[in-house]
């Protein structure tokens, strides 16, 4: 299994700022994620991070709203821009190995903004 | 669009007993199926995966498929107060991602 990490693991932040989350993957994998899962909510899928080309986003989410990154097998990095306190939530990258094989989650990134 | 539905809870069983999870998902074609736990505050666990019509048995867990009526089910055996937790059911979608269900919050009572 892939062991994931994201950073910052939380933040408070301002109306109107920008965050980027980073997430790092311990091993290659073909496939990376990036959901959101809003208090007491189940997990909504963002976007697909795609390696050198562009994201592949979610219907109700859009690329000048939460720009991705992924230069390489084994980082991602998802951006939140011009947020409101609506954006408050926790943002959770996940990778696996191939198309169908198992995904694993990293520990998330709780987001507070005020 | 795909969907997964789970009863939200909560279920609540005894120190011991089974804990029967269960989901059913809208898309027939569907070949890949997950339950994964998620303790509060923390980030989904993956326990199982099960992808042909049975049972997948691995420790004190049973998932169950039948494609047929589009029904997975997770068994618990045994359950302990460590179990309580919410379990999410996640069904493979087109992009290679994962669809889940909102989630059923089990509780074991000591």
């Known amino acids: 299994s892939a062991v994931i990490s994201q950073k910052p693991s939380r933040d408070i932040c301002q109306r109107g700022t920008s965050l980027t989350i980073q997430c790092q993957v311990d091993?290659?994998?073909?496939?990376m994620f990036w959901y959101r899962q809003q208090p007491g909510q189940s997990l909504t899928l963002i976007a697909t991070a795609n390696q050198g080309s562009e994201a592949t986003y979610e219907s109700g989410f859009v690329i000048d709203k939460f720009p991705i990154s992924r230069p390489n097998l084994t980082f991602s990095t998802l951006t939140v821009s011009n947020m409101s306190p609506e954006d408050s939530s926790i943002y959770l990258c996940?990778?696996?190995?191939?198309?169908?094989?198992?995904?694993?989650f990293g520990p998330g990134t709780r987001l507070t903004v005020l | 669009q795909k969907e997964v539905e789970q009863n939200s809870g909560p279920l609540s069983v005894p120190e011991g007993a089974i804990a029967s999870l269960n989901c059913t998902y809208s898309?027939?074609?569907?070949?890949?199926f997950f339950w994964y736990r998620q303790y509060s505050g923390k980030s989904p666990e993956l326990i199982m995966s099960?992808?042909?019509?049975g049972d997948k048995e691995d420790g004190r867990f049973t998932a169950q498929l039948n494609k047929a009526s589009q029904y997975v089910s997770l068994l618990i055996r045994d359950s302990q107060p460590s179990d309580s937790a919410t379990y999410l059911c996640?069904?493979?979608?087109?992009?290679?991602?994962?669809?889940f269900g909102k989630g059923t919050k089990l509780s074991v009572k000591p």
């Open positions: 996940s990778g696996g190995q191939g198309f169908d094989n198992e995904q694993f």
């Open positions: 099960i992808y042909s019509n």
């Open positions: 091993s290659q994998v073909t496939m």
């Open positions: 996640a069904v493979r979608g087109s992009q290679g991602n994962l669809i």
């Open positions: 898309d027939r074609v569907s070949q890949s």
